[in-house]
């Protein structure tokens, strides 16, 4: 029961913006095919409005967190730890963002993947299946991606898609 509320919950705060992953036929084989391209990386500027934006959201809720925004790469582009956020929060926020960029989606799709009971999707050492991390478009393009912890699961990704919304 635990499992299907926390299911229905994370899907209530997965962004519509975020790409789904499509199949496609090729020769009677099928393969995952993005429906996003990646685009030059996220500016210093863009990504501080959208750090800042996450601080003010985690704030309002009285929440205590990490971001973290990165290029497409999964490389740091800004970050920031509010005051007596929990230390693993920093690693966890940043490995949300690097897996939303490399994958090209949220971190709560491989969430509910695992739920459901894909479990291979653990086996990937290099991806971490934890709602609070959403790709960064911009122009129909993949810019980057946030990665936000420091609450529950849900909560971080509440925070995350508050803060892609512009103001």
Do not use: C
């Not at 997965?14 to 391209?37: D, F, R």
């Not at 991390?133 to 911009?138: D, M, S």
């Amino acid at each position: 029961m635990k499992a299907l509320l926390l299911a229905v919950a994370l899907a209530s705060v997965a962004p519509a913006s975020v790409a789904p992953v499509a199949m496609a036929q090729s020769s009677g084989i099928s393969k995952q095919v993005s429906a996003l391209s990646y685009g030059d990386p996220i500016a210093l500027s863009d990504a501080q409005v959208i750090l800042d934006r996450a601080v003010r959201a985690a704030r309002a809720a009285g929440h205590r967190m990490a971001v973290a925004i990165v290029e497409p790469s999964g490389e740091l582009v800004a970050f920031a730890r509010m005051d007596d956020t929990q230390y693993g929060s920093i690693h966890v926020a940043q490995r949300k963002a690097w897996t939303a960029a490399r994958y090209r989606l949220s971190t709560a799709s491989l969430e509910e993947r695992v739920l459901s009971g894909r479990t291979v999707t653990l086996a990937n050492e290099d991806s971490l299946p934890i709602a609070g991390g959403l790709p960064i478009v911009i122009d129909g393009r993949i810019v980057g991606a946030i990665g936000v912890s420091g609450a529950s699961a849900a909560e971080d990704a509440t925070i995350a898609a508050a803060a892609l919304v512009a103001e």
